[in-house]
């Protein structure tokens, strides 16, 4: 008998997480099921209850209730705690165990399936919300040199930063000042615009030929970004796909102690993304 696993988000029935852990299941021969569990916020808490009396042994978290889940954990990681968002629980007992997986999905995606090596990279954060959350402390850790906060409210960009706690490497400055900032070698975009089917306009200036622009989401949310950055001649215009899908082999090794192989699922996902909007 397999173990219980979920993803909670609304909406959610986009979400490939169930397709990606259920390929992770084959590969491994670790039984388990994974549905998606689509709670609107006000029944988000009562819904993982339910979850939990059921048996629920792990759970991913997707928008919008990340920031929520963290507030249910007993216990949080330490890149779950600097992210302040939570995307994987695990059942300890009573409790939840917080965890998140974004930003090393992320550092894991550019730098081993992409090859690039992000240290020393002078970087621009477009977006405060969640996602720029969940990935902000492991660029840092990843040894970018310095990391600019641009968001359309800026004082949500004043708390990240203040969030991530080092004065000397973050900044945050407005965003109708970008075309001032000059270039920058890595450009992350976490806004949800493009999940909102808006199309932002960038200043050319911010990227040059050997800008790395990268997209928190994928399939049609990613496409607006990533033309952008094509015409800017950025030197490469990634999406969110590879992230999504490192984040889950890594919840998948948090819960069942192997990491499985993720190349195989990329390649099947990447063949389809365009169809598909849900940012997981
Ligand atoms: P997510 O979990 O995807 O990060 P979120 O927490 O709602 O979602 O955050 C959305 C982010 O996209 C925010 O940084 C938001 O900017 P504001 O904080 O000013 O709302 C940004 N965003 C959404 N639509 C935008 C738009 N049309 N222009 C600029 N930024 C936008």
Redesign the pocket.
Known sequence: MGKHYAVFGHPVSHSLSPRIHAAFSRQTGVPLDYVAIDAAPEDFAAALARFANGGGDGANIT??H??AAAALCSSLSERARRAG?VNTLVRAGEHWQGDNTDGIGLVRDLTERHGLDLRGRRTLL?????????VAPALLDAGIAELTIV???PE??DALADALGEPGRVHTRY?NDLVSLGPYDFIVN????G??Q?T?SFPRAIATSRTLAVD??YGEAAIAFLAWARSAQCAQAIDGLGMLVEQAAESFALWHGRRPETDRIYAELSGQSVALHT?D
């Open positions: 928008l919008p990340k920031q968002a477009l977006g405060a919300g969640g996602a720029a959350h969940g968001n359309r409210s949500k960009a965003w976490a806004t949800s615009a999940r909102d808006l932002l928190l989401s940012a």
